[in-house]
C-alpha cells in the first residue's frame, strides 16, 4: 500500500520532529522515513548509547540537509523529558520507545510497567505542555484483548493517550 506521501509531507515538512525510542527496530525505520519528508529538525531520543550513535550516523550519512539532535535519555525520567521538550519545541512526536519482548516482560513485570505505561505518560505529558501539534504512540497488536504483561502495559498506554485526547 505505502504511504500517502502528501498527507505525511503536510505533517512532517519544516517541522521539528521527536522520535522517542529511536534507536529500536521501528524508531530508527521511523526515522529514516521521517528524514526523506525534510523536518527542519529530527530528533532522535534513545537511551541506548550505541543505537543512537548508530541511527544518527546513518541519518547524518544518508540526510547530510537534515538538521538532527542526537539526544541520549531515557523517556521514564518525566522531568528532564519535560525540561527536553520545553527546550526544543517539538511539534510532532512519534514515541516508540518501550520494552517489546513479551517472555522477558513476563520475567520482569514492573519494568514493563515503567516503560511502557509511565515512559508513555512521561512523554505524552510532556508533549501536552509544549502544545505538539500530533502525538502518535507506536503499539502493538499484543494490546488487543491484552493476554500479557506487555500487552497489558501497551494497552494502559493507549487508553492513558487516548484519555489526554478525550
Keep these: 500500500y505505502g504511504i500517502d506521501r502528501r498527507s505525511v509531507a503536510d505533517v512532517l515538512t519544516g517541522k521539528r520532529v521527536l522520535i522517542t525510542g529511536a534507536g529500536g527496530s521501528i524508531g530508527s525505520e521511523l526515522a529514516r522515513i521521517a528524514a526523506t519528508f525534510h523536518p527542519q ?17 546513518q541519518i547524518a550519512r544518508r540526510f547530510p540537509d537534515v538538521a538532527r539532535r542526537a539526544l541520549l535519555h531515557d523517556v521514564t525520567d518525566a522531568d ?14 512519534f514515541h516508540a520507545a518501550a520494552h517489546k519482548h513479551v517472555p522477558l516482560m513476563e520475567d520482569h513485570p514492573s ?12 512523554i505524552a505529558d510532556a508533549s501536552m505542555a509544549v502544545d505538539a501539534e500530533r502525538f502518535v504512540l507506536i503499539s502493538s497488536d499484543k494490546a488487543v484483548n491484552p493476554t ?8 494502559l498506554a493507549e487508553i492513558y493517550t487516548q484519555w489526554l485526547n478525550g
Design 148 to 155: 500479557s504483561v506487555m500487552g497489558a502495559t501497551k494497552r
Design 111 to 122: 519494568h514493563a510497567v515503567v516503560n511502557n505505561l509511565f515512559g508513555t505518560k512521561s
Design 80 to 93: 528532564a523529558t519535560l525540561r527536553h521538550c520545553v527546550a526544543l519545541r517539538p511539534q510532532v512526536v
Design 41 to 57: 529538525q529530527l530528533i532522535l531520543m534513545e537511551r541506548a548509547e550505541n543505537a543512537l550513535f548508530e541511527i544518527d550516523r
